[in-house]
């Protein structure tokens, strides 16, 4: 049983080193370079300050530079906090003053967004780190191996806030290990999956998405959130890429059922689809169904508290418009 999330990235990057892990529009990275991206920027954090199992926040826009980020966080032995570089300035400001975080990673342009209430000396701009420097992975793991524990947190999430303050939620290795673990054996995902990743970094649905790509070696595409306002769009580039796996909010998929999309495009390597987060009314679910007749769907439900979902429902019979799908 592995003890943190970065000893399932080793021995990914063991055996799918050429491997394409992240594709981001025309822009691609293997598993070689993201491993050798996360051990520099992770050394980095080191050198600045030598402390484990604390946040440090990440304000990126969803991209290989985000995902280089959380996982150079977690190799420095700390925890990810993805900020919305899209959220009013206050908002952002209340969670920084709620979890307090070491650093914040961001790049040039986007620091007119923070330097008024985070210190400039505690940032880190990932666009001007010298990549082509050596990177000392090992030391890293040595380090994790001495200080880490599985409980340790891996990153922070933040809920919309209930009362209009956000609130946080600390998510550990050891849960997102046992995660991985139930889920394989449940849904026996293959050694090459292809997600199709379209919920926002700030989602506890991307953290599942980063735990594919470091433990089953799965390539994350990234679907750009601007594409949700063309649907047609995600969809062909889920096409293009060969998504085979998707763990999406159903407000999208009802968009397009109702536009009668999967009639237009292609997805026969869609093998599994996964829905959370909201009621997925059953016409509209019926048309995925009845539509991609060689997929495999099931409804997930839980709070973000226990680590992304508890319960589980694969849908294997048929339900008519007007009844519930459950929630397992």
């Known amino acids: 049983m592995k003890r943190n999330l970065i000893e399932y990235l080793v021995e990914t990057v063991k055996h799918k080193g050429a491997n394409t892990a992240i594709i981001e529009n025309d822009k691609e990275i293997t598993f070689n370079q993201l491993y050798h991206n996360i051990g520099v920027l992770g050394s980095l954090i080191v050198q600045k300050s030598d402390v484990v199992n604390k946040p440090i926040a990440i304000y990126l826009p969803k991209s290989i530079n985000c995902v280089v980020a959380d996982l150079g966080v977690m190799l420095s032995g ?9 959220s009013p300035t206050q908002r952002i400001e209340n969670i920084l003053e709620l979890v307090q975080p070491e650093f914040i990673i961001t790049t040039r342009n986007l620091l007119k967004g923070i330097e008024t209430i985070f210190p400039t000396d505690k940032v880190i701009l990932i666009d001007e780190v010298d990549f082509a420097v050596n990177a000392d992975n090992q030391a890293l793991l040595n380090r994790l191996e001495e200080r880490v524990i599985d409980t340790d947190m891996s990153c922070v999430i933040n809920t919309s806030g209930s009362t209009g303050t956000p609130k946080s939620v600390a998510l550990n290795h050891r849960s997102f290990v046992d995660f991985i673990t139930v889920s394989d054996e449940i849904f026996n995902f293959s050694e090459n999956e292809v997600i ?28 750009p959130e601007n594409m949700a306002a063309f649907p047609i769009k995600i969809l062909e580039e889920m096409q293009r890429t060969k998504v085979s796996f998707i763990f999406w909010v159903p407000t999208i998929m009802v968009n397009i059922a109702n536009m009668d999309l999967l009639t237009k495009v292609n997805l026969d390597t869609l093998k599994l689809v996964w829905f959370a987060g909201e009621v997925f009314p059953t016409k509209q679910f019926n048309y995925w169904k009845k539509t991609l007749t060689h997929t495999k769907f099931a409804n997930l439900y839980g709070p973000i508290e226990i680590t992304l979902d508890c319960t589980y429902f694969i849908v294997d019979r048929d339900f008519e418009d007007n009844e519930p799908l459950p929630i397992g």
């Open 78 to 86: 700390n925890a990810y906090l993805n900020l919305d570089v899209k």
């Open 196 to 223: 199709g990743s379209l919920s926002p970094v700030i989602f506890d649905i991307f953290s599942y998405e980063l735990c594919m790509l470091i433990s089953k070696g799965g390539c994350i595409v990234v679907l």
